[in-house]
């Protein structure tokens, strides 16, 4: 045991030992905090009426373990500010203007520098948006550039996840002819035969990208930290650094904690929970979620989104660091009642084409840099987000 120990406690060791000792001390000290974990979990394994589920506890027991093997607890984890500022600048100065956790969008990225480390990022919109597409589009930027994702999907399906990723990877903003592939027409299998090859090619590509998803539903916040820390832990030991988590959606998620139906105070829970595996795991979380019906509503027909528009906004506006909304106006463009009416449908075809392919990020809320407009390229149809065409 620990305790036989205790006399060399009481003797200041030889400076040849000392590097020894140090080990000892801190070998001891790791064994303690191992040993108050093992006898908290055993303690609330035993309870079965404190209201906490097997596999929550295991996910704590994770958490702390892996917490351990940091040495992130207690006063070790006490950071001088010399430290941290150093460490800060000397980042940045490394940097040199690169943008390490782009989210593949040039022109976004200049606004947003980027996502962050330890950090929680929300996209939203209302419905038809492109809310998963541009998840996957961020997700795709990771990969293809080696960091690991995870992707959590707790609305769309394994099959049409799949389809919409080998669409995005075929798709060719230089020559959309042949390399455009609908995702409706995918799915229905009517494709001709040069799409089908493009596809094909590209659903072989993805077995290169370090992009793993999980589309069982209501997962909660502790339960997608444990699964992630632990791919994470594999792909580290293969030369995969970690890239970034994201959530589609947080409204649908689980938690670990019931309010009784309190919803507010539920998603409450999980954006916090999310926020706070953003700083365990050191990786971007970015969640999706969908805005209130307040954007149709609105007098005047100004459909564009605001932070206002956030379900249970309270929360989740203060928990995340970067806040983007998505808005797609060409999604509000209605063709007249009468196809007839020539001047009417003329009308039409000016506004659709002024904003056809036109996908808005509105970065309402960036504790890192500057808010405003950014528009990209979009093709929905082929689960397509690129920059605008030079």
Not at 180 to 193: K, S, T
Not at 291 to 314: A, F, I, Q
């Amino acid at each position: 045991g620990i305790g036989h120990f205790g006399d060399l406690v009481d003797r200041a060791p030889p400076t040849s030992v000392a590097p020894d000792y140090a080990a000892l001390v801190s070998d001891l000290s790791i064994r303690r905090d191992v040993i108050s974990l093992a006898m908290q979990t055993a303690a609330l394994a035993a309870d079965t009426s404190g209201g906490e589920t097997a596999e929550a506890l295991i996910s704590g027991l994770e958490r702390g373990a892996a917490e351990i093997a940091k040495g992130s607890t207690g006063a070790d984890n006490w950071r001088t500010a010399g430290e941290v500022s150093v460490t800060a600048v000397r980042g940045a100065m490394e940097r040199q203007g690169r943008t390490e956790l782009s989210s593949g969008l040039a022109d976004l990225d200049a606004v947003t520098g980027g996502f962050r480390r330890g950090e929680m990022a929300v996209i939203a919109g209302r419905p038809a948006m492109g809310k998963s597409t541009a998840g996957l589009a961020v997700a795709r930027a990771f990969a293809q550039r080696g960091l690991g994702v995870i992707f959590y999907s707790m609305e769309m399906a394994e099959t049409p996840l799949g389809l919409r990723v080998a669409c995005d990877l075929a798709f060719d903003q230089r020559r959309p002819e042949g390399t455009r592939i609908p995702y409706f027409h995918a799915d229905r299998g009517e494709l001709r035969q040069d799409q089908w090859t493009a596809l094909n090619l590209a659903a072989e590509s993805a077995h290169d990208l370090p992009l793993w998803f999980d589309t069982r539903p209501g997962q909660t916040p502790a339960q997608m930290e444990a699964k992630a820390r632990r791919q994470f832990r594999k792909w580290q030991g293969q030369g995969i650094a970690p890239g970034c988590v994201i959530v589609d959606h947080l409204t649908i998620a689980g938690t670990d904690n019931p309010r009784g139906g309190n919803k507010v105070a539920e998603i409450g829970d999980v954006s916090r929970g999310l926020a706070e595996a953003a700083k365990r795991l050191d990786v971007p979380v970015i969640a999706l979620c969908q805005l209130s019906r307040d954007v149709e509503k609105r007098e005047g027909k100004d459909t564009r989104p605001r932070l206002s528009d956030l379900r249970w906004s309270g929360e989740i506006e203060q928990d995340a660091r970067l806040v983007m909304m998505l808005w797609r106006p060409e999604y509000y463009v209605r063709p007249p009642l009468n196809p007839k009416d020539g001047p009417a449908v003329v009308d039409y075809k000016e506004k659709l084409d002024a904003v056809k392919n036109k996908l808005i990020w509105l970065v309402e809320k960036n504790n890192s840099g500057p808010t405003g407009e950014v528009e990209t390229f979009c093709d929905m149809a082929a689960s397509a987000i690129r920059d605008r065409a030079a």
